[in-house]
């Protein structure tokens, strides 16, 4: 990845990543240690394919990101 950064004023350019690495330190790094930086790299990727795939949210009439795009696009 490689960080985007707004211009100098223009905060809401980046808030929804800012709040996806927030979600991810909060719910992942925080909570475990890891032996090696391949450990950290397996369980981040394991996390964003939750985090697309199997997360439920409300808001999303409790559908996970992926299923509630699929759905929007195909109806």
Do not use: V
């Amino acid at each position: 990845m490689i960080q985007s950064m707004s211009r100098k004023g223009n905060y809401l350019d980046n808030a929804i990543i800012e709040n996806f690495f927030g979600t991810l330190k909060s719910k992942l790094f925080y909570l475990k240690k890891f032996n090696s930086i391949e450990q950290l790299k397996k369980e981040i990727k394991q996390y964003i394919y939750y985090y697309n795939n199997e997360r439920i949210k409300s808001n999303l009439n409790k559908m996970s990101p992926i299923e509630y795009r699929t759905h929007f696009y195909n109806n």
